[in-house]
């Protein structure tokens, strides 16, 4: 069974980049027929998403982040990443990886990582 | 505010049925598939319905989905207290370049 996993540091300063990595078990992230995805969803809110990768590295970020989102790929670690840029409070998030299957829906998840952006 | 509009909360009682609805456009629900999520209180959320009306494997057929024009709907019948969670939709907007998500139901099972 496939299985994704957030990992990063759980507290950002305001202004600082906000980095995380998830590390994608049980299958391979070299495959055309997915895409990998970050979704974020603030406390007590609803899911938003941020972006997604292809395997070639093609990427689609929300037009709201675009200027501070960039999300990466790693095949031989087998492994998505998220950057995010200049943040805020309002970016303080459970933040889930997620595999996107037919270009269409999100069969498998991360658990979440909470990320605090405070000083 | 959300692209895709979801009634804040829903309510019924055990063994009832429930009906969720998502509004887009043709931009989004009008032209691309939508999926359904379910999110129980701190978990990631579970893939309901995918592709409009399609179960994965191990969700059982009191969950389903349809679509017609614009509005997308999940419906679930013989509600257990089990099944009190929020629900999303999701659809990949054109216009946008981007999939945008419901802002989510809060269903509460009386």
């Known amino acids: 069974q496939l299985q994704l996993q957030e990992s990063g540091p759980g507290l950002v300063k305001p202004s600082e980049t906000l980095s995380l990595t998830c590390t994608v078990s049980?299958?391979?992230?070299?495959?055309?027929?997915?895409?990998w995805d970050w979704i974020r969803q603030p406390p007590g809110k609803g899911l938003e998403w941020i972006g997604t990768i292809s395997y070639a590295g093609i990427t689609y970020y929300d037009p709201s982040l675009k200027s501070r989102v960039t999300i990466s790929i790693e095949t031989s670690k087998n492994q998505f990443s998220l950057e995010l840029s200049s943040v805020t409070a309002a970016d303080t998030a459970v933040y889930y990886c997620?595999?996107?299957?037919?270009?269409?829906?999100?069969?498998?998840w991360g658990q979440g990582t909470l990320v605090t952006v405070s000083s | 505010q959300s692209v895709l509009t979801q009634p804040p909360s829903v309510s019924a009682a055990p063994g009832q049925k429930v009906s969720i609805s998502c509004s887009g456009s043709?931009?989004?629900?009008?032209?691309?598939?939508v999926s359904w999520y379910q999110q129980l209180p701190g978990t990631a959320p579970k893939l309901l319905i995918y592709e409009d009306n399609k179960r994965p494997s191990g969700i059982p057929d009191r969950f389903s989905g349809s679509k017609s024009g614009t509005s997308a709907t999940l419906g679930i019948t013989g509600l257990q207290t089990g099944d009190e969670a929020d629900y999303y939709c999701a659809a990949w907007d054109r216009s946008l370049s981007a999939r945008v998500f419901g802002g989510g139901t809060k269903l509460t099972v009386l």
């Open positions: 049980d299958g391979s992230i070299s495959t055309s027929t997915y895409s």
């Open positions: 043709g931009s989004n629900v009008g032209s691309d598939s």
């Open positions: 997620a595999r996107l299957e037919s270009a269409t829906y999100f069969h498998y």
